[in-house]
């Protein structure tokens, strides 16, 4: 880490319950995010990330509209996607609806480029899974064509070509900042360098220690394409109470039923409290507990893994709203300066 850590929330909009159990309409829950990303911005968060998803478990499709909802009311905090699915979307209208965000908020919109833990976009826009891995290739490429903000000459296999055109509009500062989101895989790391684009590590479950030999990669092919080294991030679930096991209490009904729907799709074996306690210890990826225990743990991370942002996940299935605030303020209160306490004590061997 050679400048402060940053920190941030993400949230997929997860569908929620009241206090009463019943479930909320998705059209409550994409004006909960954008009250929960104001209280982000009050108690003196980062970074605000909302993901794209296609299915009825969680309420965000277009995560550019509710950030723009977001930008208007809120005054510093920066707004971006958690991941933007481009393979199934067109470069050129992503890059137009971020600029058009970074406009309203003053220049701090940011994008998180990946390829989706989900493919219910792939049919519902009539992209085959079979071109998975050419999709993404390819718009990645027109997309940092993109960044430079002149007129694009470029040519591919899954989407009409350009020829010398110009892209509006074009962002204030000249400069739209751009992550790559990967999940775990070598080559996406690689070409997260190869581009030049800073690199976002989606860690939900095991050791973050064992994401650093991705790390490593991605410095070594930095170096190997002659370029400096650029910000890693991490993006992590957790959830925040005034003690371990009040918040434990908290997440546990919610993240089991959140895990159990979804793996039942994949075929994972339902989650256990063996498994959610492990996750949630020292060396597991879930950020669950007291402000100092989610704080000494962040803190390990990205020392571990040379961090310039770290990004909690801050929904969890049916959480319901009012917990997410409560973890929210703590977050912001409490975590926040007790991380960058811990790292100026310790900031470790590269600072």
């Known amino acids: 880490?050679?400048?402060?850590?940053?920190?941030?929330?993400?949230?997929?909009?997860?569908?929620?319950?009241?206090?009463?159990g019943n479930q909320l309409s998705e059209a409550m829950v994409i004006r909960h995010v954008v009250d929960e990303a104001v209280l982000a911005d009050q108690?003196?968060?980062?970074?605000?990330?909302?993901?794209?998803?296609?299915?009825s478990d969680f309420a965000v499709s277009s995560p550019e509209m509710v950030l723009a909802a977001i930008a208007g009311r809120t005054q510093r905090i920066r707004l971006g996607s958690a991941v933007t699915v481009l393979s199934s979307d067109d470069p050129v209208r992503v890059?137009?609806?971020?600029?058009?965000?970074?406009?309203?908020?003053?220049?701090?919109?940011?994008?998180i480029l990946g390829r989706g833990s989900f493919t219910e976009s792939f049919p519902l826009f009539g992209y085959e899974l079979t071109q998975y891995e050419e999709l993404f290739e390819e718009?990645?490429?027109?997309?940092?064509?993109?960044?430079?903000?002149?007129?694009?000459?470029?040519?591919?296999?899954?989407?009409?070509?350009?020829?010398?055109?110009?892209?509006?509009?074009?962002?204030?500062s000249g400069?739209?900042?751009?992550?790559?989101?990967?999940g775990g895989s070598p080559e996406s790391v690689v070409r997260a360098a190869r581009y030049g684009l800073p690199l976002m590590i989606a860690i939900i479950g095991g050791d973050s220690v064992r994401f650093a030999p991705l790390v490593d990669l991605y410095h070594r092919a930095l170096d190997q394409y002659e370029l400096p080294r650029l910000a890693i991030g991490v993006h992590s679930p957790g959830h925040i109470a005034e003690t371990d096991e009040l918040a434990k209490e908290q997440l546990w009904p919610h993240?089991?039923?959140?895990?159990?729907?979804?793996?039942?799709?994949?075929?994972?074996?339902?989650?256990?409290?063996?498994?959610?306690?492990?996750?949630?210890?020292?060396?597991?990826?879930?950020?669950?507990?007291?402000?100092?225990?989610?704080?000494?743990?962040?803190?390990?991370?990205?020392?571990?893994?040379?961090?310039?942002?770290?990004?909690?996940?801050?929904?969890?299935?049916?959480?319901?709203?009012?917990?997410?605030?409560?973890?929210?303020?703590l977050y912001g209160t409490r975590v926040v300066p007790l991380v960058r306490e811990l790292l100026a004590e310790d900031p470790g061997p590269d600072d």
């Open 1 to 20: 880490m050679h400048q402060q850590l940053e920190l941030g929330l993400d949230t997929f909009g997860d569908v929620t319950v009241d206090s009463d």
């Open 43 to 55: 108690v003196g968060i980062d970074f605000i990330g909302i993901g794209e998803h296609h299915r």
């Open 95 to 111: 890059f137009q609806r971020f600029a058009t965000l970074d406009a309203l908020s003053g220049g701090r919109a940011e994008v």
């Open 139 to 172: 718009k990645v490429d027109l997309f940092v064509r993109l960044l430079a903000e002149q007129p694009v000459t470029w040519s591919g296999r899954t989407r009409a070509g350009l020829a010398n055109q110009q892209v509006h509009p074009t962002t204030e």
């Open 175 to 182: 400069s739209l900042t751009t992550w790559i989101g990967v």
């Open 255 to 329: 993240m089991k039923r959140m895990r159990d729907r979804i793996g039942a799709e994949r075929g994972w074996g339902p989650m256990s409290m063996a498994e959610f306690d492990q996750q949630a210890g020292p060396d597991g990826s879930l950020y669950v507990g007291s402000p100092e225990t989610v704080a000494a743990k962040i803190a390990a991370t990205a020392r571990a893994l040379q961090l310039s942002r770290f990004d909690m996940k801050y929904s969890a299935g049916q959480l319901p709203h009012e917990l997410m605030m409560q973890s929210i303020e």
